[in-house]
């Protein structure tokens, strides 16, 4: 049982997306139905521009439209720290805070020796190459507070501070907002064993 | 604070499909970035396809890639039987269940004062010239067991028993593998008002 020819072919597209089970691809084929062709038409350049125009950021491995991305080329940031993330998204939910000034280093995943990801398929050498050429004097480990991201600031503190930098760690603990009773017994470890004088 | 070009338009063309948020909007970008150009060229193409060959079956109104769509086009197909569903992918629910042989008719939506529709904006006066021109003598209608779906039900009853053909609902119930004890009453009102001898 399937749709015509050009329905069922869109909606096994959007059902390969992530997240996107049979029912949501189902709703969003028929939403492109019903919308105007020339909002159809904007997704789908959208969708090629991506493609055509985005790559990685030859310094950083951020997204980008150009050889470096824009916080690379921005020659306001502060160039002595990096922040290293696991992924693209990463660097835009740390700029969203406006806590951080410096520049960043895309790791493009973590350690995870189940998924056969270990640090040589991992951005890790070109980070040391540019702890090693670049002014940087201090690392921020701000890969996820999971086991895999753990893992990964681990390694990569071990390897680091060797090399003369300040290397820190992200602080765990309760989120803001969050309420003691409801938080999980290793994250209210994690608030007291990271506890600072006030 | 926004994603270099390209990234930013294809989260903003993602984030206006129904029940895409942001974060999913976010994922969904990034996930094409990585995916091959070759699967997010099929995936551009499939977009435009479905806006290009894609219209509602002149007869029925379910979607179409010709003139009459593959029910209506199909002559084993009971004529004399049509199901009256609010939505093209009603009819590929009911499809799926191989319980009906008949035809269909696709209001395009339900009766619902409060959004401005009322029976004109529905394809009822097509409904009621298939009924008067096609061999048709029984109507089931399988609208949503909802407000809007339960008055676009009773209109069209008392529109079409006038016309001499048999109408029937479709059966509100408890549903198959569901829980008597978890069932909202109206539901269990329904399972018991339309009992049946066993």
């Known amino acids: 049982m399937s749709y015509e ?7 096994e597209e959007f059902g390969r997306l992530p997240g996107v089970g049979p029912k949501s691809a189902q709703r969003l084929a028929f939403h492109l139905l019903t919308m105007d062709a020339a909002d ?4 789908a350049k959208a969708i090629l521009a991506v493609k055509e125009r985005v790559r990685f950021c030859a310094r950083c491995f951020n997204v980008s439209e150009f050889e470096e991305c824009r916080i690379c080329r921005d020659s306001r940031r502060d160039s002595t720290v990096l922040c290293v993330v696991e992924e693209p998204r990463d660097v835009m939910a740390i700029e969203k805070t406006a806590e951080f000034q410096g520049r960043y280093h895309v790791l493009g995943g973590a350690i995870s020796p189940i998924d ?4 040589d398929q991992l951005h890790i050498k070109e980070l040391v190459a540019r702890v090693g ?5 201090e690392l921020v480990l701000a ?3 999971n086991i895999e991201g753990e893992a990964t ?3 990569l503190a071990r390897l ?3 090399m003369g930098v300040r290397v820190s760690r992200i602080a765990s603990g309760l989120p803001v907002g969050g309420d003691l009773e409801y938080a999980d017994e290793v994250t209210l470890g994690r608030a007291f064993s990271g506890r600072r004088e006030v």
Chains 1, 2 share one sequence.
């Open 116 to 119: 056969g990801i270990g640090p």
């Open 40 to 43: 159809a038409e904007r997704m």
């Open 153 to 155: 600031a681990s390694y």
């Open 5 to 11: 020819g050009p329905v069922q072919d869109l909606i």
């Open 133 to 137: 050429s670049e002014e940087v004097t």
């Open 143 to 145: 890969t996820n507070p």
């Open 160 to 162: 680091l501070k060797s």
